[in-house]
């Protein structure tokens, strides 16, 4: 490892009508945040398939983020109750394959969080910083 | 029919009506007192006596309750009539001086004073039993009544004391002709109300003068009918028959295309600073409150008073209250510094008072607006820049004794300052109305940080929400007046016409498919989705997507155990594209 600082690199699944816009308030209202996470923007965290959060795993993340609407104002009713649901179960099994439940992460984001999502774009970064660099992927490790 | 004569005039009129009514239709006046038409004739002031010739005797009988007979000849004016008419007013008079419609008759019949001795120069009540007649027949209640007998007989509750059986209805009040029985209305001129009338009004009644639709309710609390199971006085006279008290709550099922919130807005609740003072003085209001006592059909007929019915000497006019500020809203509410302005302009109108305006800016964003303010400050208001920290009424000299003190930091003076004034407005922010967040989650609408529901976008989407369909207007959206919410409430109408107007309607293809190739027909899909856009096909043996139901969240898709379900444009492949490119150096 180099001198430098570790950058965590982050992925975030964000579901377009509440989080992605409220991440988008964040940027129009100019908030500054940790530009370690990359957004993949999906219609509804239920569109999070389990296989997505392990392919971003191997590829090289050191944390994964899934951000939907808040329990109850989904945008198609119930999409994030199964995030929900799947977030847990994975995390379970994660952690048996040896990766710590910090890494994969569920949030509540609603259309007028920005300063939200500025703050767990920020707290991600640094938990993710101080666990350090994902000690697995297949090889494909990114110095 | 019956045909009579009155007074030389020839009538016809149906069977039943008495000589009072016939007098009526013939546009012959007959002086009454114990008279009613919504109640029973009871005859006892004998003043509508008329002279009456039937069957060639003549004979003096009361108009009120005596009905008409074939061929009846009646004379109102004759003198007999008219001694006997002015012999009992005398009597009434000398029983009841103080009595106005007595005095009235009087003076029409040429009486100057009595010949009978007054026994209480002070006394009102004539006996006409109207009050009576109404606690029996019209409330139903039958708390008061006639007792004693000749010089002692007068009107009362069972043994002279306070009835359980009156209902508080003040009905006898109303009815009486000469104000003998009056009511106290126990309320003081209270300023903290939940619905904007201040002062009395009856059980049946238009909110406000202005009310849309402009159709009175009935408070159910207060209708004698719900307590009795009598009056109903309304429903006699209403012509049009529109009034029905069994009337119910109806719930009522309409499909419709498209809707528009329109819910309002509700006015920040004073009680929350109490520095203000708001609720422990009377003469602390908010704005609505006083723009309801500055309206001609207010409780005091537009005129600006204090609580004690004085006029103010010195108003103070605060305000952002609850508004641009970081412990209540931190928005500003767009119309208060304009109406402000309109307050100090009607007070300096109506009234000789002093007028401080306390404000941080000046917010007169709109057309003639600036130029309004422009002239208020010729006029003679004196603004101060500053929040006001709190209103008290101990005084520290003597010129604040009795007043309310406006404690301010003058911020262009540079020092606090203590104004003693009278009146305070407070300029009460606007927050979103009542129903707001009920109606969030039955439409699934988002709100933005103040509150207010969100809009599909801030610039080019302003009465669009991310539901199709659903539009915005008015204040549940922001703060805003009157011509903006007119310009709003229009877009909002023509996007609702243009979607029904169109014929057609178009869908994202972000929809779900499900390939038949690979399909097992587990119907994991079928189960999720909250739609019930998918369906199992028996004969196929795999699930099939609606597309025009599909909304296109893509949790069936994820939830598929063979990937034979993917949503268009969000494939699996494309996302797993996406996360690799995320890496690539």
């Not at chain 2, 379900?565 to 492949?573: L, N």
Request: with cysteine.
């Amino acid at each position: 490892m180099s001198q430098q600082a570790f950058e965590p690199k982050l992925v975030g699944f964000l579901c377009n009508w509440c989080s992605y816009t409220g991440a988008d308030l964040a940027g129009t209202a100019r908030m500054t945040y940790a530009p370690n996470l990359r957004i993949i923007r999906v219609m509804c965290s239920g569109r999070v398939d389990p296989q997505f959060v392990l392919k971003a795993f191997q590829e090289g993340a050191d944390g994964v983020l899934i951000s939907g609407c808040h329990p109850g104002d989904c945008h198609y009713q119930e999409g994030n109750y199964k995030a929900l649901r799947r977030h847990r179960l994975l995390s379970k099994m994660l952690e048996q394959f040896g990766i710590e439940k910090e890494r994969f992460r569920l949030e509540w984001v609603s259309a007028a969080e920005g300063a939200k999502f500025q703050k767990v774009c920020n707290e991600f970064t640094e938990q993710i910083r101080h666990l350090g660099p994902l000690s697995w992927n297949g090889g494909k490790k990114n110095e | 029919m019956i045909q009579i004569t009155i007074d030389g005039k020839k009538l016809e009129v149906e069977e039943g009506t008495t000589i009072l009514q016939a007098a009526e239709k013939a546009e012959i006046h007959i002086p009454t007192l114990c008279y009613h038409p919504l109640l029973e004739p009871y005859a006892s002031c004998r003043v509508c006596v008329v002279e009456v010739n039937r069957q060639g005797k003549k004979e003096l009988v009361t108009s009120c309750n005596t009905q008409v007979q074939p061929g009846m000849v009646i004379e109102t004016q004759s003198e007999r009539a008219l001694r006997a008419r002015k012999l009992n007013v005398e009597m009434l008079l000398a029983r009841a001086p103080a009595a106005k419609p007595v005095q009235k008759i009087a003076l029409e019949l040429g009486i100057e004073k009595p010949r009978f001795e007054i026994k209480d120069p002070d006394r009102k009540c004539i006996l006409c039993g109207l009050c009576v007649r109404t606690c029996e027949q019209v409330v139903g209640a039958n708390a008061i009544s006639f007792i004693n007998r000749g010089q002692e007989r007068e009107v009362s509750p069972p043994f002279g004391e306070p009835s359980e059986a009156c209902i508080g209805c003040t009905a006898c009040a109303y009815f009486c002709p000469t104000e003998a029985i009056t009511f106290e209305d126990i309320h003081d001129r209270k300023v903290i109300h939940d619905e904007l009338y201040l002062g009395p009004s009856t059980a049946i009644r238009v909110p406000v003068r202005q009310a849309v639709p402009m159709v009175p309710f009935i408070d159910e609390d207060n209708c004698i009918h719900f307590k009795t199971g009598n009056c109903q006085l309304c429903v006699k006279v209403c012509e049009k028959e529109a009034i029905n008290h069994e009337m119910k709550e109806e719930e009522i099922e309409i499909e419709v295309g498209s809707i528009i919130l329109a819910s309002g807005f509700k006015s920040f609740d004073a009680y929350r600073i109490p520095a203000y003072g708001y609720g422990r003085f009377p003469n602390v209001i908010t704005a609505l409150e006083f723009e309801r006592l500055v309206n001609a059909s207010g409780p005091t007929g537009g005129k600006i008073l204090l609580a004690n019915g004085e006029e103010p000497k010195a108003v103070g006019i605060i305000h952002c209250v609850g508004s641009r500020d970081e412990n209540y809203n931190e928005y500003c509410s767009r119309v208060c510094c304009m109406y402000s302005l309109k307050f100090a302009h009607l007070i300096k109108e109506k009234t000789e008072a002093d007028i401080y305006d306390f404000y941080i800016d000046m917010r007169c964003f709109g057309k003639g607006y600036e130029e309004f303010y422009h002239r208020l400050l010729h006029e003679g208001t004196k603004f101060i820049r500053g929040r006001v920290s709190e209103i008290t009424d101990i005084p520290l000299t003597e010129e604040e004794d009795g007043k309310l003190i406006i404690r301010v930091e003058d911020t262009l003076i540079g020092t606090v300052r203590r104004i003693p004034v009278d009146m305070v407005i407070l300029a009460t922010g606007l927050e979103p109305g009542l129903s707001h967040s009920e109606l969030a989650h039955t439409f699934n609408i988002s709100c933005s940080q103040d509150t207010f529901f969100l809009e599909r976008h801030p610039k080019l989407a302003p009465v669009s929400t991310f539901s199709d369909g659903i539009f915005l207007a008015g204040t549940c959206q922001a703060p805003k007046d009157i011509p903006d919410t007119v310009a709003q409430a229009g877009a909002a109408a023509s996007e609702a016409l243009a979607l029904a107007d169109k014929g057609s309607f178009e869908l994202e293809p972000i929809t779900a498919e499900i390939d038949e190739k690979l399909c097992a027909g587990c119907q994991i899909c079928v189960s999720l989705c909250p739609f019930s856009a998918i369906t199992y096909n028996k004969e196929k043996h795999i699930s099939e997507v609606n597309e025009a139901l599909c909304k296109g969240c893509g949790t069936c898709v994820a939830a598929c155990p063979s990937g034979a379900a993917q949503q268009k444009h969000f494939r699996d492949i494309q996302i797993m594209a996406e996360i690799e490119g995320i890496f690539i150096d």
